[in-house]
């Protein structure tokens, strides 16, 4: 018999595990969350924080967003990326991103009602977990997965106390692995992955310095940092994070994966720390120092039975894009509200298995653009003259020879112009972020055909209801003046039914049919004189249906059926969709 019973258990309490928790608990269950270790994360890693995740935290509720402005730099400090040759040394480009230039923030406005920001990963992780233990999850740190086994009926995993020693065994009906990229549950599942680890090797050295008079007029979250000549990083290209405006700073470095990891003492921790940022005397506190590995390796299969992944566990990947902790903590968007469903009764298993279909693209798609990300730092190496020699004196002329009065230098100075732009796939890919798309069987199109982007789908979230898309934001309006967005009509855990004047029958349907499947469904009718109507006309332009038609939305925001305008039989029609979905 097992120690401890529970609905779902999940290995990890980094970001993805920690929002699968917290979600779960939202909608009522009391998943189990263990940690291997006493506590958290300890070192800020991953920051970015886009407008998607802080939907997810949206949805969790007011406080939670709240809370994760409250700490977060805000999207103006993020500012512009800076190339240079030390943080208080010459200046080579810049370029405005996280949708700080014009064009972009209004696109970003446009498309959500979230703000991107920088939260260091010490920040988000106890927020979700407080949030996950607040609302009933339990946790156990301390506590080590071994092994697992499955049957017709749950999971039994062993596990290790590392307090007592001993070994203690769950029983629950669904297990979540989200153990990072050395993900036992994953390997032990026999989950399938394409890629390759270790293609490069990095170090961080965490301090604390007061730059603000180097940075503060030109506020960026990165500072990369080009040294020919450099001592280690091969070409001598560096990285300054901001972690803390302007006080605390984590340094990037590179070193050859095929050597051992080096051995980084305090006193080559100051020197590295003194070369990047160009001050000789500075006394930066050195506060840790750690190295990792360049990751190129995506989950083909993202689950097996009743064992999922989630999180650096099924994409593994460069911190390139910032896309980590944001696609983790939108796995467990996608995964949570399925799993309460079917453990509620109120979904067939065969749900579950969208899951896989719908977020292992969305794995295979970041850990593809993380690593041209890197790529396409070339050019700028190229436009520079940096791969031209590997003399650090010509290096340092190529360089130089930009600032000539020459047609070549002309030449030069737009191949460089040219080469910081391009990174815009990097550091502002709002497409990336935005433009998910289901395709699986908790998505029903009817045979609607998907929608041609007509952008860049990279770099510009484009909106539409089609079925498998995100519902598109538009503010609506309350009688009393109240503004919400659309997307908060939905969510919580709910699917939510959204029609207009002349959608009775699509409601009479949802609530005869709520009944009869016992699930809740949540109506809107957004119209003049109705609770929430559409003033600016922008919901009418976004929703692409008639006053007649309704949309159909999961949990996750994401629309799962829709109907131009009234049919015969709505109930019907409606049964059949909800059936499907839901694999009842």
């Known amino acids: 018999m097992a120690d401890i019973t529970t609905d779902v258990l999940i290995i990890g309490t980094g970001p993805a595990g920690s929002a699968t928790a917290a979600l779960l608990a939202t909608y009522g269950l009391e998943p189990l969350v263990i940690n291997r270790y006493r506590w958290l994360a300890n070192t800020p890693r991953a920051h970015i924080t886009n407008q998607r995740t802080m939907e997810v935290l949206r949805d969790l509720g007011r406080d939670v967003e709240d809370e994760a402005y409250l700490f977060a730099t805000e999207q103006n400090l993020m500012g512009q990326n800076v190339f240079c040759t030390a943080v208080a040394g010459e200046e080579i480009g810049r370029m405005q991103s996280w949708g700080n230039h014009p064009l972009s923030r209004a696109e970003h ?79 032990h599942a026999g989950l399938t992955f394409e890629g390759k680890m270790g293609v490069a090797g990095s170090m961080n050295i965490l301090f604390e310095a007061d730059l603000s008079r180097y940075v503060a007029h030109r506020p960026s979250v990165l500072y990369w940092v080009l040294q020919p000549g450099a001592d280690v990083g091969g070409i001598g290209m560096g990285l300054v994070r901001m972690v803390r405006p302007w006080s605390e700073w984590l340094i990037v470095w590179g070193y050859d994966i095929n050597q051992p ?4 003492d305090n006193a080559f921790a100051t020197k590295v720390v003194r070369e ?83 977020r292992a693209p969305v794995a295979k798609q970041i ?114 003046g109240e503004k919400v967005s659309s997307l908060d009509l939905t969510g919580n855990g709910v699917l939510t039914l959204l029609t207009g004047i002349g959608g009775d029958g699509w409601i009479t349907a949802a609530k005869t049919l709520s009944k009869e499947l016992g699930i809740p469904i949540v109506v809107h009718k957004i119209g003049p004189r109705q609770k929430w109507q559409d003033l600016t006309g922008d919901w009418a332009r976004a929703n692409e249906i008639s006053d007649t038609g309704a949309l159909l939305v999961r949990p996750d925001h994401h629309v799962a059926w829709r109907s131009h305008a009234v049919i015969v039989d709505p109930e019907g029609n409606l049964r059949r969709v909800l059936k499907t979905i839901l694999a009842r």
């Not at 992944?309 to 902790?325: F, I, T, V």
């Open 367 to 480: 850990v593809a653009r993380a690593n041209k990300s890197i790529e396409e730092t070339g050019p700028i190496f190229r436009a520079l003259g940096l791969l031209d020699s590997v003399d650090p004196v010509k290096m340092q002329q190529n360089m130089d020879a930009r600032c000539d009065d020459t047609a070549g230098a002309e030449h030069q100075r737009k191949a460089i112009r040219e080469a910081i732009a391009h990174k815009v796939y990097e550091f502002d890919a709002h497409g990336v972020e935005m433009n998910q798309r289901y395709k699986s069987n908790a998505v029903v199109t009817d045979g609607q055909p998907e929608p041609i982007f007509e952008k860049d789908p990279e770099l510009h979230f484009q909106s539409t209801t089609w079925p498998g898309a995100r519902l598109p934001h538009v503010w609506l309006f309350g009688a009393d």
């Open 261 to 264: 990891a080096p051995e980084v």
């Open 109 to 187: 406005i446009l498309s959500s009602p979230g703000r991107m920001n920088d939260l260091p990963q010490t920040y988000m992780e106890p927020l979700l977990f407080k949030t996950a233990c607040s609302r009933g999850a339990q946790s156990r740190m301390s506590t080590e997965y071994l092994r697992h086994e499955q049957d017709a009926e749950g999971v039994t995993t062993t596990c290790l106390d590392r307090l007592t020693g001993k070994e203690l065994t769950i029983r629950s009906k669904f297990l979540i692995g989200a153990d990072g990229s050395n993900s036992k549950v994953a390997e």
């Open 276 to 358: 990047l940022v160009g001050v000789e005397d500075l006394e930066p506190k050195i506060k840790s120092v750690s190295t990792w590995t360049v990751n190129n390796m995506y989950a083909t299969t993202m689950s097996n039975g009743r064992v999922f992944c989630m999180g650096d566990a099924a994409h593994r990947h460069p911190p390139s894009n910032g896309l980590g902790s944001n696609t983790s903590i939108q796995d467990g968007f996608n995964l949570a509200w399925k799993l309460a469903m079917v453990i509620k009764g109120q979904a067939g298993i065969g749900l579950l298995d969208s899951y896989q279909a719908e």
